[in-house]
């Protein structure tokens, strides 16, 4: 139990549409980054959020978009779906932008499976 | 750019058997380095870490050595359980502008047989 927790777990979408995808993230963290991760391959790294404002993003286009709360809360938005967005979907949690270069331990929710047909 | 390169799997060994798997990093400056372990139908666990050369990251009996002159971060256990069949990713950490994220391997599947 990491005290990330995603919304919804499975969902089935049609290409061409929208989704929103959420994570509240564990107590105290204030810093949020988004991961996709294929099907057999490892997690690629979406964007990152802290205090939030986007400070960090990975090679996604801008049909992928964020939000963060006030209380650290995040959404993931992806718009105009394509079949290859079919993935799993982490969030992951932080405190503080360099946690991992501290050593800090980020901890990861159990993701959002996305199938685009 | 930094990258992670693990072994292929899968992966095949009888239970008690001694496991390595290998991870070599690309990488400029000095990145955290991680393990990760992904059960069946679930998100990421970090097993351990290591953040700078020579330091040992070991946790449930895997051990990993962060090694700067090779460039590697091999996990080891002594003796594998059925219960250890999962995926397992390297990762490091990767300094942006103003932050930080994980570069992950491609994940090593490993099956443990009774």
């Known amino acids: 139990e990491t005290g990330v927790t995603q919304s919804p777990t499975h969902l089935i979408k049609t290409r061409g549409q929208q989704v929103t995808l959420r994570c509240s993230s564990q107590?105290?963290?204030?810093?949020v980054s988004w991961y996709q991760q294929a099907l057999g391959q490892g997690p690629q790294f979406i964007f990152q959020y802290y205090r939030e404002e986007e400070n960090g993003r990975g090679n996604f286009p801008p049909r992928f978009s964020g939000l963060q709360f006030p209380n650290y809360s995040s959404e993931l938005n992806v718009n105009a779906l394509e079949l290859d967005d079919s993935a799993l979907y982490l969030c992951?949690?932080?405190?503080?932008?360099?946690?991992?270069?501290?050593?800090?331990?980020?901890?990861f929710g159990e993701g959002s499976w996305l199938t685009v047909v | 750019g930094n990258s992670v390169t693990q072994m292929e799997g899968p992966v095949t060994l009888s239970e008690e058997a001694f496991l390595t798997i290998n991870c070599t990093y690309t990488?400029?400056?000095?990145?955290?380095l991680f393990w990760y372990v992904q059960y069946p139908g679930e998100g990421l666990q970090l097993l351990l870490k290591?953040?700078?050369?020579?330091d040992k990251g070991s946790n449930k009996g895997f051990e990993a050595t962060y090694r700067k002159e090779t460039t590697s971060f091999h996990l080891e256990k002594g003796s594998v359980q059925v219960s250890d069949s999962a995926v397992y990713f390297c990762?490091?950490?990767?300094?942006?502008?103003?932050?930080?994220?994980?570069?992950f391997g491609s994940g090593t599947r490993l099956l443990v047989r009774p």
């Open positions: 992951a949690s932080s405190s503080g932008t360099m946690a991992m270069s501290s050593g800090n331990t980020i901890y």
């Open positions: 290591a953040t700078k050369a020579d």
């Open positions: 990488a400029t400056g000095y990145p955290s």
């Open positions: 990762a490091l950490s990767d300094r942006g502008d103003s932050s930080y994220k994980l570069i």
């Open positions: 107590s105290g963290h204030n810093t």
